[in-house]
């Protein structure tokens, strides 16, 4: 970036001064730019110099300005490969002698230098590029530390303050730098950190002393040189790789990475790696190798092999400078590398023949365990088995199926086999595994192998060949007529046995089966229409049994299906109906049902009898179908009642049975719409004006009786609850005063029993009542008192306070009665020891003080005035 300030001096120092430069006569970037030729080379760091280099064109020559640390010179004029030859500008008017040095100017560089020209006119010449200022990080101080001078050539004329902005200065990380705003120089005031921030961008203003700007902010670049002060480290610190056993040099395992903190464009930063140990050392001691640049491992060598060795354990370095361990920092980390197994060892029998035994007719059974052999990992596609069947089990009785955690094959029967049949199975098997065999590995001539399964005879139950059994007939045959013969075979061909029959289930006891033969026989006539027969079919179950040990026993069910006969009447439907005292304005209609089926029902003949001739009299039937009818009013007018009509239906069966059925019709007038009315139908019912009247009359009484009876009820819980008795006399023990609506009588009129109000003499009703207030029948238990003590010293207002204690005890007592009861506030025991009061002993000397009775209220006024003033008379 190039700035256009007018004049700046800068000059680059590493220590607290800064020497003097050796410029002189030498041409500048700024007029090499003016001159038309290019910068070359502008401000880079060079490690031989340990400063600043500045190459450039001046005049068609090639000039380097060397910065070095501690002051700026200009390098000797020689030969520099591919730029020709430096030559120093002299200046006008002066040539300089061999070996002369050139004259030194003052220790600031004026990058925006004024310049006059002939006529007087003043331009401002192009500014300075200012080179970056780098700064070393973790330096020692001293602190602060002097890394450049700012200048104005203007402070000649007045005086001018120099200041800087931006990040490390007046914005977070404050004051990193600083300046002398009169002198220009700015400072770092404590050691840099590049993996913290590696460079600063600061902004240099020169302002006068009214704060008006005088030269225009320059920019200030710094950079912090990186240091190696920081190890490479590992992502993590444990890595987990696999590899396949017998993989082949150079297959891939894993990678490792190490980061460093350090500037990755330097040898600080560049992390090499490299395997320290490997372990265990078998095979080989070197089975793995590491790409040092992107830490990636592969292996070196063959005889991977999992069941020898199934883990290694490698130890990698991490070394940055491109690691130089003689100057590079370094790191470890671990990396686990686990030889993943390969199918390459087939499963091998542990025997080539196994035998078992089985009994027939059984299924699910377990008759032979297989044992094999596998060394690849356990519990592993590799190392689960799969067992076949490739010969002598054509019909498919046996699977055999593996054990998960043993591996062992179990050969099950899944169809049973009869003994009758096959009395032994010779079964060649072979084992292989779920995943296939490794590239280059055969079967083992050890993974086939023989079983031999014999066949044990055991009883067979006899069974029923036709199993359900069915058979037509018609219902209604007589009794023992024979149905026919349900027999059944034994199994057991090599067995001489005998087969005997009885019956197991037989809803209806309609059949009898012979014990010897399984002939069925009827034992009662079969019904159709009975409810045991669902789909005109009836079944019933026998049981076949052998003698064998021990015995066996089958069963067959015989099926009956039964064809019907007429042999069920026509039912006439409905019951019964009502209709209008006057015809044409309904009708009753009529239907049958019959319990046997097509062809002996319907179409039904409906038709009145003869006798009685009032019936054809009043009634008439019009057919509608083959199976309904209308019956209705012959005559204009029919009184009101229930009539039984006998009507005769007739079914179609052959021969056809009728049945004379009689329908209840009732009578009623109707209204306009052809319904009976309410009073019709009461009517038509049989009673008369008198018989309803009497019964609504019954239907008020009875609910004003039951009225009457809830408010009596309500009014005797009112009385109950406004006068009943606090307690109940029968719960009270003592006599109560019963108050009665007059005003004679006395006393001697009531003969109550006062023992009652006295102390008990038994106290073991309240020997377990809790402390308090008791009732007047209680006697105190304990020494404790249940009411204040009275002081020995007398008081002015003790008794009245001790009277008005005990009441509120009193009423606060939860144990005390809901009555007023006498109270005892002070229990001095049953007698006394002395015989009479003129037994105690009193003092007759008169110097007793009773002048505190006149505190005690008005109570005691009288004991004052009778023991107070008694010495005044």
Not at 193 to 209: F, N
Not at 284 to 293: A, D, G, K, P, V
Not at 480 to 494: H, I, K, N, Q
Request: glycine share 6%; hydrophobic share 35%; with cysteine.
């Amino acid at each position: 970036m190039e700035l256009t300030l007018p004049l700046l001096v800068v000059c680059l120092a590493w220590q607290d001064t800064c020497a003097e430069p050796q410029t002189a006569g030498y041409c500048s970037p700024t007029d090499a730019k003016e001159q038309g030729d290019s910068v070359l080379l502008n401000w880079s760091h060079d490690i031989s110099c340990k400063g600043i280099l500045s190459l450039f064109l001046c005049s068609g020559r090639l000039h380097l300005l060397e910065i070095c640390r501690n002051f700026f010179t200009p390098m000797s004029r020689k030969k520099l490969t591919g730029f020709g030859s430096l030559f120093p500008k002299q200046p006008k008017g002066r040539k300089t002698m061999a070996g002369e040095v050139a004259p030194q100017q003052s220790d600031t560089l004026l990058p925006w230098r004024q310049h006059q020209s002939a006529n007087g006119l003043r331009r401002q010449k192009r500014d300075w590029v200012i080179p970056p200022i780098n700064v070393p990080e973790n330096s020692r101080g001293p602190f602060p530390q002097q890394l450049v001078r700012i200048r104005s050539d203007k402070d000649k004329e007045i005086h001018i303050r120099y200041s800087i902005t931006g990040v490390g200065a007046d914005q977070p990380p404050m004051e990193v730098f600083s300046i002398d705003p009169v002198s220009g120089r700015m400072y770092v005031t404590r050691p840099m950190d590049r993996e913290e921030r590696a460079s600063y961008h600061l902004r240099a203003h020169a302002v006068d002393m009214n704060g008006n700007k005088v030269e225009n902010p320059i920019d200030l670049y710094i950079y912090v040189i990186d240091m190696n002060d920081n190890r490479p480290e590992f992502i993590n610190q444990v890595y987990n790789g696999s590899v396949d056993e017998g993989s082949k040099p150079g297959t891939y395992v894993m990678t490792v990475t190490a980061n460093d903190a350090d500037d990755s464009t330097t040898a600080n930063g560049m992390v090499r790696y490299r395997i320290v140990t490997q372990t265990p050392q078998s095979p080989s001691q070197n089975m793995f190798t590491i790409n040092s640049e992107t830490g990636d491992i592969v292996t070196v060598a063959a005889g991977l092999d999992r069941e020898k060795v199934q883990q290694y354990i490698v130890i990698v370095q991490a070394t940055d400078m491109e690691g130089n361990l003689n100057y590079g920092l370094s790191n470890t980390a671990t990396a686990i590398i686990t030889v993943t197994d390969v199918n390459d060892n087939p499963p091998e029998f542990t025997t080539s023949t196994y035998s078992g035994e089985v009994p027939e007719n059984r299924v699910e059974v377990v008759v032979a365990n297989l044992t094999v052999m596998d060394r690849d990992q356990p519990h592993s596609p590799n190392w689960n088995a799969i067992y076949r069947i490739i010969s002598g089990d054509p019909s498919g009785h046996f699977t055999i199926r593996t054990d998960p955690v043993t591996n062992e094959g179990m050969v099950t029967v899944v169809k049973a086999v009869d003994y009758e049949m096959n009395r032994a199975f010779m079964l060649t098997v072979m084992v292989s595994n779920q995943a296939p065999l490794a590239s280059g590995i055969q079967m083992s001539f050890q993974s086939t192998a023989g079983v031999t399964i014999s066949v044990t005879d055991v009883n067979e139950a006899p069974y029923f060949p036709t199993n359900h059994k069915l058979i037509r007939l018609e219902e209604g045959v007589p009794t023992g007529t024979v149905l026919t013969t349900f027999s059944a075979v034994d199994p057991d061909r090599f067995m001489q046995q005998a087969v005997r029959y009885s019956k197991l289930s037989d809803p209806a006891n309609w059949l009898n089966i012979n014990a010897t033969n399984g002939q069925i026989t009827t034992a009662a006539v079969l019904d159709r229409e009975s409810d045991y027969i669902k789909n005109n079919v009836y079944e019933a179950t026998f049981l076949a049994a052998d003698n064998g040990i021990p015995p066996a026993s089958g069963t067959g069910t015989l099926q009956i299906y039964l064809i019907d006969i007429n042999d069920n009447a026509p039912e006439l439907l409905p019951k019964e109906a009502q209709i209008c005292e006057k015809p044409n304005l309904n009708v009753i209609n009529i239907t049958a049902a019959d319990a046997d089926i097509d062809p002996n029902v319907g179409p039904f003949v409906f038709e009145l009898p003869s006798v009685p001739s009032a019936v054809r009299k009043n009634w008439t039937i019009t057919r509608l179908n083959g199976d309904y009818a209308q019956l209705s009013l012959r005559v204009m007018y029919l009184e009101a009642g229930v009539y039984d009509v006998p009507i005769i239906v007739t079914d179609s069966g052959n021969p056809p049975l009728y049945n004379t059925s009689v329908i209840k019709v009732k009578v009623c007038p109707c209204d306009e719409n052809g319904d009976c009315t309410t009073i019709g139908a009461v009517a038509a019912a049989g009673l008369g004006t008198g018989a309803i009247i009497a019964i609504l009359i019954c239907i008020i009484i009875l609910l004003t009786m039951v009225l009457l009876f809830v408010v009596w009820m309500k009014r005797r819980e009112k009385e109950r609850h406004t006068k009943q008795l606090l307690i109940d006399p029968e719960d009270d023990v003592r006599d109560n005063i019963l108050k009665y609506d007059e005003e004679g009588g006395g006393e001697e009129d009531q003969d109550y029993d006062l023992s009652q109000l006295q102390q008990p003499e038994t106290m073991d009703h309240v020997l377990n009542k809790t402390p308090g207030v008791r009732r007047v029948d209680e006697r105190p238990i304990g020494a404790e008192p249940q009411y204040p003590i009275r002081p020995v010293i007398p008081h002015p207002g003790d008794i009245g306070d001790f009277i008005n204690e005990g009441l509120r005890a009193a009423d606060n007592d939860p144990t005390a009665p809901p009555y007023d009861s006498l109270l005892v506030f002070d229990y001095e025991g049953s007698g006394s020891t002395a015989g009479s009061v003129s037994s105690l002993n009193s003092s007759s000397s008169g110097d007793q003080d009773y002048d505190y009775l006149n505190d005690w209220g008005p109570r005691f006024k009288k004991l004052a005035d009778m023991y107070g003033g008694g010495e005044e008379d």
